[in-house]
């Protein structure tokens, strides 16, 4: 149970199939969309609800009570919820429906950051599943850490599968090899060599450090460093940075902005450098992507950060907000090839060991395994 089909397309994809061809019968519960055929023919079955990502309270209980009918229903062998709103709302459900065991999965913690009203009631919804599930499973070592210290949940009930992730990488896909695709890209946009090109993939807000990014460029362009900034994604409604990072990532000769791209990887293969300054992360897994590809990353030493990155060995890390030192890391990194190669390489090695996605799905089908041989056997109520 996602909150939206979208989550389903990306943070699941081809999970859904490997689950299948081992065993599983899955539903999968979200707000319908025009995804809902794509969904279908993954060979899951799909029942929608009035699930929303904001704060709707007449939709939500509408939500509780047409899904809590459902999961009684249909009594499912086990539960598994994940992102914000469907997390809340499901694991509510299936507690009121008997279902058990519920799988509660944390992509992050959105709260982090947050103050006053609205950060308490993101805080309380997060730890609602927490402490309903029969176990929450974190998707990285960082976001365990400190939802325990935050006190959502008990060390005993929240897990690391392996290094962390709920989908790994696809080393295929995201493959050196790639590289060819990335030169496209660039001879498209008209970035010659050997101009060194930095890249951001994801959402523009505040939260993900674009004030920083353009601040530290601006640093670089006053000292004369040769650069240019590639930046994938688009804007969202809620968060969005200041007028004055808008306007230079609108009108910098030296940005090339092509948009939200539904396949990332000639765009992430185009880069020299990924770029991600973000203040949190549940998991930074374009960071690992990139590391896949054979790049060298910059990124931050926040939540769900520093998980994606070894620090010297596949990329360089700095405080969250700390424009001085994202400056200096970028300035050092821009100045090195030899460095960027070396940590390209080592970062390739890395996660082909850690986040191979056979050796993800494996983990967590196993635990599904566990949950459910111990469900039968009484020991988990």
Known sequence: MTTVGSSIQVLYRDRLEYL?????DITVVCAP????TAIRARGVRLWTAPLTRAITPATDLRALWTITGFLRRERFDLVEVGTPKAALVGSLAAH?????????????????????LSGRLVRWSTGVPCRLANVTLAVSPSARAQAISDGLVQPERIRVLGAGSCNGIDLARFHPDRRTAGAAIRAQLGIRSPTVTLAFLGRFTRD??????VAAARHLEERGREFTLLMVGDYEAHDRPPAEVIEYLSTSPRVHHVGWQADPVPYLAAADVIVLPSYREGLGMVLLEAAALGLPVVTTTATGCRDAVRPGETGLCVPPHDVPALTAALEQILADAALRTRLGAAGRVWVAQNFDQ???????????????????SGLDH
């Open 20 to 24: 299948r061809a081992h065993g599983f």
């Open 33 to 36: 969309s025009e995804l809902d």
């Open 96 to 116: 009121l429906a008997g279902t058990r065991p519920i799988v509660h999965i944390l992509h992050g913690l959105a709260y982090e950051g947050k103050s006053g």
């Open 208 to 213: 993900k450090g674009l004030g920083e990014l």
């Open 358 to 376: 056979r050796q993800v799905w494996d983990a967590w089908m196993n635990c599904y395994r566990e949950l459910l041989s111990r469900q039968r």
